[in-house]
């Protein structure tokens, strides 16, 4: 009677375990996995490029750069006006041949080399001209805020918090309902 019971209870056994593992490859499967998140000073930043190249060319920390881009260099707007979401047609979080010229461009008017790559002395660059902001400060967090280089012709800031605990940045993403995300990577 023992060996009846046995096998359908070793049958069971299983085919739960089976569910188990394919429940726990489909949740993993489906969880964003981020090699980092940029902390403290960005010098030591991933190098962006394009996807033929070996650096990061994907993900919030991409987004990020090219929400700096669109408010230093696609962000004019022109005789249209500035609304809520210009220029977010760039802001895909790829770095492709729209990243690599309007990187050339922004490094072009920050004074550092144009070769459209994404690097530390580009990323030390940005990090030196961001301002405090404290509209966005919380308790356990600090505002910061890189002016746009054209503020007259409509150019927008781009707005960042560091978490004080952990040196965590975070960036506001206007072409995502000004959702702060990590600039992780």
């Not at 010098?43 to 090219?66: E, F």
């Not at 729209?98 to 550092?112: L, R």
Request: hydrophobic fraction near 35%; aromatic fraction near 14%; glycine fraction near 10%.
């Amino acid at each position: 009677m023992n060996d009846k019971l046995s096998m359908p209870v070793q049958f069971l056994k299983r085919i739960l375990l089976t569910l188990g593992l394919t429940i726990s490859i489909v949740i993993a499967a489906e969880s964003p996995v981020f090699a980092g998140t940029v902390t403290n000073a960005w010098s030591d930043n991933p190098t962006l490029c394009a996807p033929s190249s070996a650096c990061t060319k994907s993900g919030n920390l991409v987004r990020a750069w090219q929400t700096i881009v669109i408010n230093n260099v696609y962000d004019d707007c022109g005789n249209l006006g500035c609304y809520a979401t210009y220029g977010c047609w760039f802001v895909d979080g790829s770095f492709g041949s729209n990243s690599t010229a309007g990187t050339k461009a922004y490094q072009g008017n920050i004074g550092v080399t144009s070769d459209g790559w994404v690097g530390s002395g580009t990323w030390s660059e940005v990090y030196s001209r961001l301002v405090r902001h404290s509209a966005n400060d919380t308790p356990s967090t600090i505002g910061y805020a890189l002016p746009s280089l054209y503020p007259v012709y409509g150019g927008s800031s781009t707005y960042f918090y560091r978490v004080q605990s952990s040196g965590a940045w975070y960036f506001k993403d206007r072409c995502d309902g000004n959702r702060w995300k990590a600039m992780s990577f």
